[in-house]
């Protein structure tokens, strides 16, 4: 089955009992056993539900993986991933990293005793001066945010295996439709559903998809014991966004090059983030790693402050200003006060980071509209 089949199909066959073509919501919290032990797959719904069950076996075929395990958010899936670990184990995270993610990591988990080092991804002997004998995981994600680097996930993934060390790719940014770091041969692939997979921001959540089955059955014991869970309704509307997927992101990534290639000649516009520019410095690994360059891109003005930022965002009406990305509709934000306020100044700034950082997430509206809104805002 190719991509677009598999959106629609993967795991989705009509329901038993009554032919519904789309997976009934499950709005329930158990399961009625026939005898003690004796059930029909399903328990107590923290467990699993079969409206979550639809869900992780379509994401598993579209990350092409065995298995997928779904919870409550982006970061509750990243949460039962960083559990596995144990005092003194060391972790190896790329440096320009969402800002939750980076919180979770250096407020949630080192004051527990994991260790944590941030390194640039995209020269791999970074990575391998970081690698100590504690290492037990990588943790990429790519194209970063808000800088929209790619780093090159099959090298990093065959360094990683011949030192034992696990390897997990925040997907979030591409989707699989755009990339499939499985078959790229990392162990686990995560998401936040909650931006392109749901697509339409009306729902918040997370997946874990592996092949390994020693890795699935640690998340899915996450699952039961810590419950950061999804509730089916939530399962359904993930569900419903990925069967257009595909047609949303073909059209999201056309708007994008038209608004890269605009952007790029226009007079108040510093640097401008897009892997499918020639003058990205990536660009070639994003051809080779990517179906597409995607529909997230950043760019700094040259007047290079906060306020000016604040001032252009503040003009735009289609690009609605508010953190998230991955929807139907164009977004816009200033990652340095919004999403990764939470990462120290001189963290951000070494990080290339500018003050007038904008990141646009464009979505599937008439791309001649998106250019005169951000025209009209210049
Ligand atoms: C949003 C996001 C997360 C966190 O996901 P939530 O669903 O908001 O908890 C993690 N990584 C990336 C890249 C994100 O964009």
Request: negative net charge; charged residues 20%; aromatic residues 8%.
């Amino acid at each position: 089955m190719k991509f677009n089949t598999k959106a629609i199909h993967a795991g989705q066959a009509p329901e038993k009992t009554s032919g519904a073509v789309m997976p009934p919501v499950f709005q329930t919290s158990t399961f009625a056993q026939e005898a003690p032990g004796k059930h029909q797959g399903y328990d107590y719904a923290r467990g699993g539900n079969p409206t979550r069950t639809a869900l992780e076996k379509l994401i598993a075929g579209l990350e092409e993986a065995d298995e997928c395990a779904c919870f409550s958010s982006g970061v509750g899936a990243m949460d039962a991933i960083l559990k596995m670990f144990r005092p003194g184990d060391h972790v190896i995270a790329i440096n320009d990293l969402y800002g939750g993610s980076y919180r979770l990591f250096k407020q949630v988990f080192e004051p527990f005793g994991i260790q944590f080092s941030f390194v640039d991804m995209t020269d791999l002997d970074e990575i391998r001066k970081a690698i100590t004998d504690s290492t037990k995981l990588i943790w990429i994600e790519t194209p970063t945010n808000p800088l929209l680097r790619i780093v090159d996930i099959e090298a990093i993934a065959t360094l990683a295996r011949e030192h034992d060390i696990l390897t997990a790719v925040d997907n979030t940014f591409a989707s699989p439709y755009l990339q499939q770091p499985l078959r790229l041969g990392v162990d686990m692939v995560m998401h936040s559903t909650t931006k392109y997979l749901g697509g339409h921001s009306d729902v918040i959540g997370g997946a874990v998809a592996t092949s390994d089955p020693e890795l699935i059955e640690k998340l899915r014991f996450q699952v039961k014991s810590s419950g950061a869970v999804p509730g089916p309704m939530d399962c359904y509307l993930t569900l419903r966004g990925i069967k257009t997927l595909a047609v949303r992101m073909e059209r999201a990534v056309q708007n994008t090059a038209i608004i890269a290639d605009y952007l790029v000649g226009h007079d108040k516009v510093g640097q401008v983030n897009y892997p499918g520019l020639e003058s990205h410095p990536q660009h070639e690994l994003a051809e080779r790693q990517m179906s597409a360059p995607g529909a997230m891109i950043s760019f700094s003005l040259k007047e290079d402050t906060q306020e000016s930022a604040h001032k252009f965002m503040s003009r735009t009406r289609y690009f609605t200003l508010a953190e998230s990305l991955g929807g139907v509709e164009s977004l816009i934000s200033h990652p340095s006060s919004m999403t990764h306020g939470a990462i120290p100044e001189e963290v951000r700034v070494k990080a290339g980071l500018k003050n007038s950082l904008i990141r646009l997430s464009v979505g599937i509206e008439d791309a001649d509209d998106l250019v005169a809104d951000l025209e009209q805002a210049f």
